[in-house]
Structure formats: C-alpha cells, structure tokens
C-alpha cells in the first residue's frame, strides 16, 4: 500500500491580512518534506466559494509550483470539475498536459462532477445533468490529449471546433485517471470504466474489505474503459482525523489544536454538503466549529477515527488498510498546527513509513501479475470513439465575426494596421533625418 496526503487549504477564521499567502506557503514547504520522507503523492482538491473549509481555487497552480521543489511525489487532482460550465474541456487538457510536462510526467489525473450548491449553482450548472456532463466532457479531454488534431464534437452540454490542442502531456496515452468516489456504487462504476477509484468516504478499513473485493470482481468481469489506458487502483481516506504522529499518544493528540481542529474537515464537509446555510463573506464556520467542539468535545476529536498517535499506533493503523487490499491511503493535514504538522510527517516518515514502503513494493508487483489478463480483456472491449472526420480542406482564420449580430471583433486586426502605420511614419522620420544630416537614405 502506497500513503499519500491530501491537502484542502482550509483557511480558518479569523483572517490576518497574510493568512492566506501563508496557508499556501506553509503547504509547499509540507509537499517538499513529503517528497523527501517517500510519500507516494499529494492530492489537492478544487474547490470554488467554500470560505475557510477549502481555499483551493486553482490546483494545478499549486502543484505547479510543488513540481518545482520536488522530484519524486506524485501529483494529484482530488478533483478536477469536469462540467463545462467549471472547466471546459480544452482548457482542462491544456493544463494537465502543461503541469505533466512541468512535472516531468507526474500527474494523477482525478475528475468528479462537483456536489454543493455553492459551486454547481455558482456555476449554474443543473446537478441532475452533472453526471452526464462529466462523461462527455472528460471523454472529450481525453481525445484533446491523444489526437492530432482534435476532430471536433458537437455534444449535448459542449460544442468543440477542431483544433490541435498543445501542449500534449508526457504520460502517454494520457496520465492516470481516476474517479471520485464517496459510495459503493460509484467505487464500482470507476471499476467498469476502468479509472481509479479515488474514495472519499470515511469507512473504516474493515468496511473497505467488500469495496475492494468488489470493485476488482467488477473490473475483471465488466470494464470497458473510459480512457486509453486503464488504471486499476483502490484509494482510501484514512480516516476522518488528520495525521499526527508523536511520541506519545497525549503529545499527538495535544497538537491537534487547543480547539482541536481534527475535526474541522468533517464539520466543513457537513456544513457545505448538508446542514449549513452560507452568508458569503459573513458566516463565520469556525466559530461555528468551535461552538460545537465546546458542545461537544467528540465533534473535535476521537479515537480510533484517523492517523493520530505514536509511530506503533500509526502502524496498527496502516496495517488495518492494508489488510483490507486498498493500494493507496490517503491521509488527511490538520489545518491549523504546521509546526507539529511538519514535526509528525518527519516521524512518520522515519518510523512508520518505510516498512510499508517494502511491503508495497511486493503488493503492486503481485496485483499486477494478477491483472494482467483482465487488462487484456478490458482493452480489447473498449469500442472506437466515433470522434468525426476531419476535413481534409478545414481552415480557420481571419476576423472573429458574430453569427448572431454580425459584429466583428477587429480590435487585433485595428491595432496591426494602427502599428503599420506608426512603423511607416517612424521610418519616413528616420529618413528625413538622415537627408538633413546628408547622409544616404538606406
């Protein structure tokens, strides 16, 4: 089993001028030292509007700027919105493939549909069509990153010229991709589209036995990929509470917070996902935390939920995952401790993580082996895309003219002529310099 973390940039209240700059700052100097310690790969989530729970806006900027102080670590999107109305399709093909090739190909591909009323209404995108909107637009990104050029779509929620869509990414056919999935029945869907299973949901290792055992019965029996090229994997989140690995139980548990912010994200994901009615800009969700962690102390923290404790404790748990088959472990960060944050990581790292580094290295080898005939199988279902012929005579060019008003966007083609003519008057003054000064007009 593989460990990975998984960052949100919450931004808790209350706000300095520069707590921001540091909530980003602080998390790449994490991503470094978990590039350092052998963490498999950070996944960052996109997120839009969800105050204080997540300020993760713009993904792939931030891992950009992580490909450039790490060699090794993976980089995930957990996720990237697929509706169109978030992310069209060319654009999300351009930045992956930009971020693969800025990262030496170390992109993990992770899409979703995007779930709260702030974002889909946001966005205006109707969630009883974001499903279907999600399938059309990542097929559609996926041909931008494998076809020279795109041959164009016109799609039920996206329309879509031919183009040759550059930069293409250096994993080839295109990076892993991967499925957000918070129920069964969405863990088994990734398995028949053969896309990674990115688990979201707080089970406990034992509850993700049947998931795994499933979700590859469903794999062998069933897929017909999505992509160009499978990707047969189980992730879990690892638990509802942060990691924090210390000496002593009372020490890791003590770093969480003097409110105890390990249980900030599950509060967050209620608040958004369920209970909580947003005033943007006003509502003030860590003081609404923090009431209820003072209501009840369990809402911050409780045992046997997540990663915190000593090193033995943290091994146990990994153990747990382990034995339930899942091929990647994804851990939770507190928000508001990076001291303890960094110091828990570098324990982690030294005590607990090199072990099941080793034991991981056999796991994948086997898994594989086993999967290779089913992959066989899968590939050789997956029907042709259907995708139109190109044109051999297409072209496109000229002066942008709307097809509604008629209207031409000629402020380009304006300020051309308006710098030919400055060019011509420069010139013409050069030459009456140089006749003044009697010398020959070149």
């Known amino acids: 089993m593989k460990i990975s973390l998984f960052l949100e940039h919450p931004v808790p209240r209350p706000w300095s001028e520069d707590k921001e700059r540091k909530v980003f700052q602080d998390a790449l100097d994490l991503v470094e030292l978990a590039d350092e310690v052998g963490i498999h790969c950070v996944w960052i989530t996109e997120h839009h509007f969800l105050e204080e729970y997540s300020h993760s806006s713009a993904p792939e900027i931030f891992l950009a700027a992580a490909s450039q102080r790490t060699k090794n670590i993976r980089l995930g999107h957990g996720i990237m919105h697929m509706p169109p109305n978030i992310n069209h399709p060319f654009r999300v093909a351009e930045r992956i493939s ?141 638990g509802e509470m942060p990691l924090m690995c210390a000496p002593t139980e009372e020490q890791a548990v003590a770093a969480l917070g003097a409110v105890s912010g390990g249980g900030f994200f599950g509060f967050g994901i209620m608040y958004y996902y369920n209970f909580g009615m947003h005033a943007p800009g006003n509502t003030d969700l860590w003081g609404m935390y923090a009431g209820a962690v003072g209501a009840d102390p369990s809402v911050g923290y409780g045992p046997d939920r997540g990663p915190v404790g000593t090193p033995d404790m943290l091994r146990a748990w990994c153990q747990r995952y382990e034995a339930a088959g899942v091929d990647e472990c994804m851990f939770l960060l507190n928000p508001d401790s990076h001291e303890a944050t960094m110091e828990s990581l570098e324990l982690f790292g030294k005590e607990v993580l090199p072990e099941i580094l080793e034991r991981d290295e056999l796991f994948a080898k086997e898994r594989a082996a086993k999967l ?71």
């Open 98 to 238: 930009t971020l693969d090739l800025v990262s030496n190909g170390r992109v993990e591909f992770g899409t979703g549909e995007a779930s709260t009323v702030a974002e889909l209404d946001g966005f205006r995108v109707d969630p009883g069509e974001k499903r279907a909107m999600w399938d059309e637009a990542t097929r559609a990104t996926l041909r931008c990153m494998t076809e020279t050029p795109f041959t164009g779509l016109e799609g039920k929620y996206v329309s879509m010229p031919a183009r040759n869509v550059i930069p293409k990414p250096v994993q080839k056919p295109h990076p892993p991709l991967w499925l957000a999935c918070t129920r069964p029945n969405t863990t088994y869907l990734a398995a028949e589209l053969g896309m990674g299973a990115l688990g979201f949901s707080f089970v406990s290792p034992e509850d993700m036995t049947d998931r795994v055992v499933k979700y590859y019965e469903t794999f062998e029996e069933k897929c017909t990929p999505l992509g160009y090229e499978v990707n047969p994997k189980m992730l879990a989140i690892g």
């Open 372 to 442: 290779a005939p089913a992959i066989d199988r899968a590939m050789a279902r997956r029907p042709p895309d259907n995708a139109p012929a190109l044109d051999p005579d297409y072209k496109f060019g000229g002066v942008p003219t709307s097809s509604v008003t008629g209207k031409t966007a000629d402020e380009a083609l304006i300020a051309i002529q308006e710098m030919a003519a400055a060019q011509e008057r420069d010139a013409k003054r050069r030459a009456a310099s140089l006749e003044n000064l009697g010398r020959p007009v070149e």
